[in-house]
C-alpha cells in the first residue's frame, strides 16, 4: 500500500498558519523538549510558512522563510541570504520525503523574493539530511535551546 499523496504549500491563511505552529509543538515542544516560549518568536509574523498536509486535511510538516532584516539578523547581515528554520516533520511523516519537499519550497520562495542563497542552523543529527539536499556547513558546533547545531549554507 503507498503512502497518502501529500502537497506543500505557502501557508497564506490563518487556518494554514494554524497547522504549521501545531506540527512545531507537537516536534519540537513536545517531542524534543523546546520550551514553548522560545519556539515562536516575532519572526513568524512575517515569515514565509510552508505547510506539508495530506489529502484527507492531515498536516505532516513545516517549515519558514525568513527574508530582508528578519533574515539579515541571522545570516550575518546579507539581505541576500534567506534564513530557513523551524523545519519540522510530524513523527508519523517520517521517511516519506515531506521534509525534503519542504526545504525545496522554502528555497522556491527563497528563489522567488530574489534571494542567492538560503542559510540554517541544523541540528547536528540532521547535518545529513542537509548536506544531501545540497547545504554545506561552515562554523563550529553550538547550541540552540540546549540541542547542538551548525550553520550550514546552500546557494541557490
Known sequence: MSPPAYEVRVAEDPADR????AVRKEVFVAE???PREIEYDAY???AVHVLAVREDGVSLGTGRLLFGEAAAAKTGGDPSVGSLGRLAVARAARGLGVGAALVRAVEEAARARGLTAVDLHAQTQALGFYERLGYEAYGPEFPDAGIPHRAMRRVL
Open 32 to 34: 524534543q523538549g523546546v
Open 44 to 46: 513568524d509574523a512575517e
Open 18 to 21: 494554524e497547522a504549521c505552529f
